[in-house]
């Protein structure tokens, strides 16, 4: 579990905050105004029951079981000759789960397949998706920092020399499935159905009214002291306790040197 609160919107003041600019950066900032909330009210027991970041979770089980099935057959498939002498894999990849295809055929061919079950079989939506989201999907299989490059190529697993099995070849499926399957959800989600927009979810927060509270009620759990009208506090994880800066040696161990 993680904070259930993602920023939705944030209005800044109109006017620039320095006064004197020396760089880009202090010409372009300006102080935070309202800060609006979108609170996740975790209906299905983790923090992002409204499909902030689109997963398979957020779509239809039975679309998903049918992708799987999909990617199953298509997995590992082999063909042996009738003298039975030689036997051809056909499939993404071989027995031994190393790739038979490279990176980026298996990936797109994968979002054909599972497009193709979305659009409940329908050959002209589904090649209007991918026409308009290839770049996106060539990407995400192949690139340095989020790509499906790593699971395909079973970087970790040979790296830890992870023994390939029938159980571990399902779970590879059903985890590249849901993938894949999400990644499309999260592309055919209008804007207006993000959960930004989820006004009953909004928690509000206006920065000078924060500040005043904070001024006027708020209290150091350490030394007992208030609070600077624009003092920023520290505070722990659970946020019911909230310190002065210059108090927070207080609540670690002396250095060796102190001592």
């Not at 800060?35 to 027991?45: A, F, Q, R």
């Not at 990936?107 to 329908?122: Q, S």
Request: charged content about 30%; proline content about 5%.
């Amino acid at each position: 579990m993680h904070d259930p609160m993602t920023v939705a919107f944030e209005i800044k003041y109109p006017w620039k905050h320095y006064k004197n600019p020396t760089n880009d950066f202090e010409k372009k900032y300006r102080d935070m105004f309202i800060t609006i909330w979108h609170v996740d009210p975790e209906t299905d027991g983790s923090d992002d029951s409204c499909g902030w970041f689109m997963r398979s979770r957020h779509g239809d089980k039975n679309i998903l079981e049918k992708i799987v099935k999909e990617f199953e057959f298509n997995w590992d498939r082999s063909w042996t000759t009738e003298d039975k002498l030689k036997t051809y894999c056909s499939g993404y990849f071989k027995s031994d789960g190393t790739m038979n295809m490279s990176v980026h055929g298996i990936v797109l061919d994968l979002f054909i397949r599972a497009a193709y079950i979305v659009f409940n079989y329908n050959s002209k939506k589904t090649d209007k998706y991918l026409n308009k989201n290839l770049a996106q999907i060539l990407h995400f299989a192949e690139n340095p920092i989020d790509s499906l490059h790593t699971s395909l190529t079973r970087k970790f697993e040979n790296a830890c020399n992870e023994a390939y099995d029938d159980n571990k070849k399902k779970e590879w499926i059903r985890n590249t499935a849901s993938v894949v399957y999400g990644v499309i959800l999260r592309h055919l989600r209008p804007w207006y159905k993000h959960p930004r927009w989820h006004i009953h979810h909004w928690k509000i927060q206006i920065e000078p009214l924060q500040r005043i509270r904070r001024f006027l009620f708020d209290r150091c759990c350490l030394c007992g002291k208030r609070f600077k009208y624009n003092e920023t506090p520290l505070g722990n994880w659970d946020g019911d306790k909230i310190w002065h800066q210059s108090c927070d040696y207080k609540l670690r161990p002396p250095s060796p040197n102190q001592i």
